[in-house]
């Protein structure tokens, strides 16, 4: 009686496993896939759904398993741990090198899937004379899905963040071999063959250590393909992947795959971004800052003494620490985290814009390009109603509207849904070598407010020259008509987003 309550409760422990471990493969791939391809929402749909159907597959093909079930499972523990451990090696190897990307990145979740839905039912079937089947048949479901919670809750929180994605999948694979290893050893007289099976298992394992121990160099220099530029700095937060490279005297910040800035030209960007508000306000007594985690729009708005109070909410405490201690990228922004004027807050903008009290003179809105639609809703009616409400009378907002010349859709989509909360509106537009094109819209609460007004100037800048009517001219080619306004409801900007990036 023991030795089968200790065998059905190994290999229940061993479906804890195997929930856990495939629900972490299907995240990385998941996580793998938005941070290489964008589209967060899509990415995942897809993969959960090739996961799932993968499962069924497997599932079936369980029935034809009829002889040595036991050392069959070993098996597909060990190739699972191999597959899905070195998943994420492969797609980041890969990803500059081949046309053909997607299929690859599916055909492993599909691989993975395949493998995984075999494992359930042919655990079942050996345990099937050995457990009563109503309670097999609970068993098996209750650890599965705790293994699931368990996978879904400490992927965000604990194994990105503090791992990454390549040591995550690899720590799982060796958990999936540290299985078949044990299996092996404790079950030795249950299984045929074992010598080979536990040498297969050991020397799997082994590689996968060998991976983890050098997936740093790995990822450097597979994104040092990607990017053409050598790595000085990496990190990976609880919300992005963030890579600083250097190149002669060029600085240039990544987020998931995305140039943020290059130190060669920023300044245009920035000067842009904050000098046509600040300097047309009529007080900047109170600043509020949305997005802009590296500090570049602070130290342009410290540059008027007139500034009482800056406030900045930036949702990755990574990045504004990072900016804060890094000697690089505190000489960039000129130590702007430091001054006494700033307060950060490192919340969601759209929940805290919300809960505000406090009125501002000036908002400047330096969030990310809106490719997922947990950044669109940064872009909706609804967060412009919210935001409204948080001006002081005469108060300038401006804010980054992606490129006029690439994506004229989206440019215009987020003008005219500025527009239904701001009854003065306009657009500008600046060219930036590392971007091209890029637009900017401005507005105010107060209808008859002229943006061509200087009220206060600051000396010594590098580009704007306090001109505002030489910028918010558009040509044929950087317009676009019958665009819709961006609502929680139809996240319209992140289709127009996809759909004219995705071309280039």
């Known amino acids: 009686m023991g030795k089968f309550f200790r065998f059905e409760y190994l290999l229940l422990f061993a479906v804890f496993v195997i929930a856990t471990c495939g629900l972490i493969y299907e ?47 070993i098996e597909i523990e060990i190739v699972v741990g191999i597959i899905g451990g070195l998943s994420s090696v492969i797609l980041f190897l890969l990803f500059e090198k081949v046309a053909y990307f997607q299929f690859i990145l599916y ?27 109503s309670d097999l048949v609970s068993n098996v479901f209750t650890f599965d899905y705790i293994g699931a919670l368990l996978a879904s809750v400490l992927f965000p929180l604990v194994f990105i963040p503090q791992l990454g994605i390549i040591r995550t999948s690899l720590f ?14 404790i079950l030795e007289k249950e299984i045929k063959k074992v010598y080979f099976l536990k040498a297969k298992a050991i020397i799997s394992f082994l590689i996968l250590v060998g991976f983890f121990i050098f997936s740093e160099k790995i990822l450097s220099f597979s994104e040092e393909k990607l990017y053409g530029e050598n790595i000085v700095f990496t990190k990976t937060t609880s919300y992005q992947r963030i890579v600083l490279t250097h190149l002669k005297n060029d600085y240039k910040l990544y987020l998931n795959n995305n140039l943020q800035f290059s130190s060669a030209d920023e300044y245009r960007y920035h000067e842009a971004l904050v000098h046509p508000a600040m300097s047309s306000a009529n007080s900047v007594d109170e600043v509020l800052v949305l997005g802009g985690g590296d500090g570049l729009a602070v130290r342009e708005i ?100 992606t490129s006029p010349y690439f994506a004229p859709k989206s440019f215009w989509c987020i003008n005219k849904t500025v527009k239904t909360s701001f009854s003065n509106t306009d657009a500008y537009h600046v060219y930036v070598p590392s971007f091209g094109e890029w637009g900017f819209t401005i507005t105010s609460n107060n209808p008859s407010y002229d943006f061509n007004i200087v009220n206060r100037k600051v000396e010594n800048l590098r580009f704007y020259n306090y001109k505002y009517n030489t910028l918010n001219q558009f ?5 676009a008509s019958n665009v819709e306004v961006n609502r929680l409801d139809n996240q319209i900007l992140v289709r127009y987003f996809d759909e004219e990036w995705g071309k280039l």
């Not at 799982?172 to 050893?185: E, K, Q």
């Open 27 to 73: 995240l990385v791939a998941g996580t793998l896939a938005s941070y290489l391809l964008g589209d967060s929402v899509k990415q995942f749909s897809f993969i959960i759904g090739v996961y799932l159907f993968s499962m069924g597959i497997g599932s079936y093909f369980a029935k034809f398993i009829k002889r040595n079930q036991l050392n069959t499972f």
């Open 107 to 133: 055909f492993l979740v599909f691989i993975t899937g395949c493998l995984v839905g075999l494992e359930i039912p042919l655990l079942m079937n050996i345990l099937k004379d050995k457990v009563k089947f």
């Open 172 to 185: 799982f694979g060796m958990i999936n071999l540290s299985v078949a290893i044990a299996l092996c050893f």
């Open 302 to 401: 410290l540059k008027y003494d007139a500034v009482k109070k800056i406030t900045l909410v930036d949702l990755d405490g990574g990045m504004t620490k990072l900016f804060t201690t890094n000697p690089v990228l505190k000489s960039l922004n000129n130590n702007s985290f430091e001054n006494k004027k700033l307060s950060v807050f490192n919340q969601d903008a759209f929940l805290w814009v919300k809960e505000a009290q406090k009125k501002y003179n000036v908002v400047i809105i330096d969030f990310p390009d809106p490719s997922n639609y947990s950044l669109g809703k940064l872009y909706s009616v609804n967060f412009y109603q919210s935001l409204s409400k948080i001006l002081a009378s005469n108060a300038v907002v401006v804010i980054q509207t």
């Open 475 to 479: 040509t044929s080619d950087m317009k």
